[in-house]
């Protein structure tokens, strides 16, 4: 996975058609501005690829920490590095600025745009960005040693990345969420877990959450991913939309996916007694 690693970023395919993606910038995976175009350009490079990707686990090379969030020593980070140079009036400066964070949010939330699922593995310390980054894939587990915090508000601004858009949709305990975000305190495994931030608490620490989410991805990369690919938008859909809306849409969504060959292969399989075997999902470009 050599065309897929990067200086910060390790690829591996550990399983056929799973990949496991480390975040990989010592000490503690702080993101400067390098590193989170690099994640985003991952994502984008891999979907863009049609690589054949069922289900991708993403974890920290480091036990003790998934990341520290952002490196605030690098000044880019929040679009400050020619302030001085440049001295803007404010207009041009809330527009500069509105477009450095439109472009990290597209990085970060890339993992929500790949046709294939997305498991965070997380473990040790999940601080800021962190949180933004699981908020944005599929499947959260969580070593049983995971600390967390929404901290944004601890450098005197409001998280702009994903939090606080994902979290009152993907949870279910909206006082929490405030407390959380207002406070910028620590939060447990077990609270992650009871505000619905994550859906497995994994007993161990880093090794045992990510054999976790590898079955996980194991067991999904057996499925259609037609059927798997198609759930996910749907899902996805539904979340942002109401119940007749969504259901409008998969009108739409399955008037072309129940075409797929992998349906009949499926009742094949069972009636030979074997695993089913499915085509990529995308078809590699003739061009």
Known sequence: MSQYSS?????TEPYPTVLLVELARAPVNAFNVEYWKAYGKLFGDIIEDGYDVRALVLCSSFPKIFTAGLDLKDASVLGSENASITKPDGARASLG???????FQDAITKPEKAPFPVIAAVHGTVIGLGVDI???CDVRYAAENSVFAIKEVDIGLAADI???AYLPKITGNQSLIRELAYTGRNFSAAEAEKLGLVSRIIPGSRDEVVQAALELAKTIVKKSPIAVSGTKKLVSHARDHSVGENLEYTQSWNAHALMTNDMKENITAMQEKRA?????LKVPSKL
Do not use: N, R, Y
């Not at 600025?97 to 472009?103: D, E, V």
């Not at 089913?276 to 990529?280: L, S």
């Open 134 to 136: 699981m908020c944005a």
């Open 97 to 103: 600025m509105h477009k450095l964070i439109q472009t």
């Open 162 to 164: 994903g939090s606080l």
């Open 276 to 280: 089913p075997k499915f085509a990529p």
């Open 7 to 11: 200086k910060w970023l390790k690829v």
